[in-house]
């Protein structure tokens, strides 16, 4: 029997180091996100940091381990065999949980997820118990920590409101000080809030790591040898008071004789101080529940007792987590760090949520968000209405942005400024560090989420144009949260249920489940990456004067070539070998490249405003005009790819082997064509244009001939009403497309001119 519950105990061990991998990818965005999208420092650097703060707070993770012990249920309720399933199912469950929201590039709450794991698997196994010996469902509640788990419920879904409300608070009164020209002001006053910021950062780090390392409660001579916790709580006013005086000066030295912008320091810092609660806050949800467990099997194996008969009150216990344990945890969090590429998924989207440009739209309005933005509009023109207008006057004039430094692309431009930065990771290690000192395990995720939109709205970022988008997105994570906690409480149940009642059959099964989940997302996500790196993307036009905007968009027009003739030829594929699954798959490559050309044409207003004054009419209206012909060829695509796919998903008859035929000839043709259009505009040798216009003639009289043979063909009866008509579209569609391609040839055949030099 002891080797039975050995392997369970292995098991839960290698569960953990696959829940620290998914773990980490999620929460990588805690603490990544602010320095990422303020672009203050190298990623490297930035990395390095993160990894530093991840190592010091793993050390420092044990006095949080409680939660998984007996936060959420009563121990000395259960035996040791019943809490061993309700650790296997937590485990499981967590594991595809995370990796699932992974996948789909969204932040959700470890925190949340192995709390509710914790109640779902405990409430289960409780009914159960309470089922075998008749007892009443209110009894419930002798099993169920219900103080706890509702007080840490309460704190993890109140940090929501109050992180969003006081990140929004606090913005606006920095952005009001400070303004956006903020490296114009008094030196003195950045001093101040450099001093102000790293000094939080400070108590943050000695309440959220100190006081929870090991060393907090060994007595040093140095102070009076009194422990390190209670120095602390001594003479805490005291050392914020000395350590504001410090940094201020310390500040202040850094911008004056230096030259260095204390900013800079303030985000590094943060970053350091969040990896640091990440690590010291979050360990527990990863690792906890497998230390419990082999906690358990220890005291169990000594008792000398059966499973059925020892009962768990040694998890009442305070037990320190083994320090090899929590460094071996973080060496496993800092690895995958800095190789998950899931992680720089789900920092994107906190990203493109907070960006203070507008971005592409990764989420769409719903009902939910037109109805909150029209209504806080209507709530801020009451407030407007009632504020003196010296004083909006005011308050406009700080919200004045500064002008783009156009040589810096937009896509290589920060997301946003250094202050929202700094006051995102001030606002975060505040409220985390409160929480921390009365022992709440508040989820991380929802804090750096929630200050990040909180002040991302009190900078202005949700503009008209953006806001319903944005609020949108913000609805859809927060909506994946609640889901979160209601998966996680089902899932868990039900994992808990088949393992109680199929005991290592069971077992078995999940656990192969867990292996091919994983496996088959692993695989999914990596087709995706590849896709997405192979795929030629359209970037943003941004060059001031006619040449430079030809020679800028000739690689769009080389890449959107290429994607174009693969859609073409991917559907006359599928349309010749009847393949669904290859015409489906191709109306969403179609729609993703509609939509980065959408993206091109929503800069067009920033294109304009960017141009020489006296080329501003020439260069639009060609910019323009390429758009225009880009955005014609896509939607021909599209009408071909829906018509084929509607066609065979139909089940009408396919084409005639003559069909196929003419088809396959017209695939080479074409990519002739194209082949020779992406070659010019990729080396931008223009010359070659009118070779080009020698290969189109030929693919027109190719296509001529093909409809000259059809009809011959219909008149025969060689082909039904459908394909035929189906036929004959594609021609016409294929021919439109060459048409529209003959129009962008036309267009830098003519505005072309090798005398020019390109201002870019």
Request: charged fraction near 20%.
């Amino acid at each position: 029997m002891h080797d039975y519950y050995l392997i369970l105990v292995v098991i839960l061990g290698i569960l953990a180091i696959i829940d620290l991998m998914v773990g980490v990818s999620n929460d990588a965005v805690n603490f990544l996100n602010s320095a990422i999208g303020s672009k203050v420092v190298s990623f490297k650097t930035l990395m390095i940091i993160a990894s530093l703060g991840v190592a010091f707070g793993a050390m420092s993770s044990s006095g949080m381990m409680e939660v998984a012990r007996k936060g959420i249920f009563n121990p000395e309720m259960f035996i040791f065999s019943e809490i061993m399933v309700i650790f296997l199912a937590v485990m499981i469950t967590d594991i595809l949980l995370l990796d699932i929201f992974n996948s789909y590039g969204l932040p959700t709450s470890t925190t949340v997820s192995i709390v509710f794991e914790l109640l779902g698997a405990a409430v289960i196994i409780s009914l159960i118990k309470i089922s075998n010996i008749d007892d009443s469902v209110v009894d419930l509640a002798k099993y169920i920590n219900t103080t706890k788990a509702t007080q840490i419920i309460l704190g993890i879904f109140l940090s929501v409101v109050v992180a969003f409300s006081i990140g929004a608070l606090v913005q606006f009164i920095s952005r009001l000080v400070l303004s956006f020209r903020f490296q114009n002001k008094s030196k003195w006053l950045g001093s101040f809030f450099g001093g102000i910021a790293i000094t939080s950062i400070f108590y943050f780090i000695i309440i959220k790591g100190l006081k929870g390392s090991p060393f907090a409660s060994t007595e040093f001579e140095l102070i009076g040898n009194e422990t390190l916790s209670n120095f602390l709580d001594n003479n805490l006013i005291l050392i914020i008071i000395i350590s504001s005086i410090f940094w201020i000066i310390i500040s202040h030295l850094i911008n004056t004789v230096l030259k260095f912008s204390i900013y800079t320091i303030v985000i590094c810092a943060g970053t350091f101080a969040l990896a640091l609660a990440f690590a010291g806050n979050d360990l527990v949800n990863f690792i906890g529940v497998p230390i419990a467990g082999y906690q358990s099997f220890l005291a169990w194996v000594d008792s000398g007792l059966s499973a059925d008969n020892y009962t768990m009150e040694i998890l009442s216990e305070k037990v320190a987590a083994p320090t090899g344990i929590l460094f071996g945890a973080g060496a496993i969090m800092i690895i995958t760090l800095w190789t998950s590429s899931k992680a720089k998924s789900v920092i994107k989207t906190s990203i493109d949520l907070s960006n203070q440009e507008e971005t592409v739209e990764r989420f769409q309005p719903n009902f939910l968000s037109r109805f909150l933005v029209k209504t806080s509009t209507s709530i801020q023109d009451k407030i407007n209405s009632v504020i003196p207008e010296k004083t909006q006057k005011f308050i406009a004039n700080q919200y004045i942005k500064p002008k783009p430094n156009n040589l810096i692309l937009k896509k290589d431009r920060p997301a946003f400024d250094e202050i929202r930065a700094s006051v995102n990771l001030v606002v975060a290690a505040i409220l985390i560090s409160i929480a921390t000192s009365y022992k709440l395990p508040l989820s991380t995720t929802y804090v750096t989420f929630m200050v990040a939109m909180g002040t991302s709205l009190a900078d202005k970022a949700w503009g008209s144009d953006s806001a319903v988008y944005r609020v949108s997105g913000v609805i859809n994570v927060i909506g994946g949260w609640l889901l979160t906690a209601l998966i996680a409480f089902t899932a868990s149940g039900i994992i808990a249920t088949v393992l109680y009642f199929l005991g290592d059959i069971g077992l078995f099964i999940l656990v192969a489940l867990v292996i091919l989940i994983l496996t088959k997302n692993y695989f999914a996500h990596k087709i995706r990456r590849k896709k997405e790196i192979e795929e030629e993307n359209l970037d943003l036009v941004e060059s001031k004067s006619i040449k430079g905007v030809i020679f800028e968009s000739s690689k769009n027009i080389s890449n959107f070539t290429k994607r174009a003739n693969k859609l073409i030829l991917k559907t006359l594929d599928g349309i010749g070998t009847q393949d669904i699954n290859i015409l489906k798959d191709n109306i969403n490559d179609v729609n993703k490249l509609k939509k980065d050309l959408e993206r091109v044409g929503d800069d067009v207003f920033y294109f304009i405003k960017n141009l020489e004054d006296t080329t501003t009419e020439i260069t639009s209206k060609f910019h323009m005009s390429v758009l225009e012909e880009l955005e014609n060829i896509a939607d021909s695509i599209s009408s071909l790819s829906s018509l084929t796919h509607k066609h065979i998903n139909n089940n009408h008859r396919g084409l005639t082997f003559n069909q196929i035929r003419e088809l396959k000839e017209l695939e080479d043709e074409l990519d002739e064509f194209f082949t020779r259009i992406v070659k010019t505009f990729k080396t931008k040798n223009y010359i070659e244009i009118s070779e080009i216009f020698e290969v189109k003639e030929k693919l027109v009289s190719s296509l001529e001939l093909k409809i000259k043979s059809q009809i011959s063909r219909t008149r025969k009866n060689e082909s039904n009403p459908r394909n035929t008509r189906l036929y004959f579209e594609i021609l016409n569609k294929i021919k439109t497309i060459i048409t529209h391609y003959v129009q962008i040839l036309e267009l830098y055949s003519n505005k072309y001119d090798d005398k020019i030099d390109p201002i870019l």
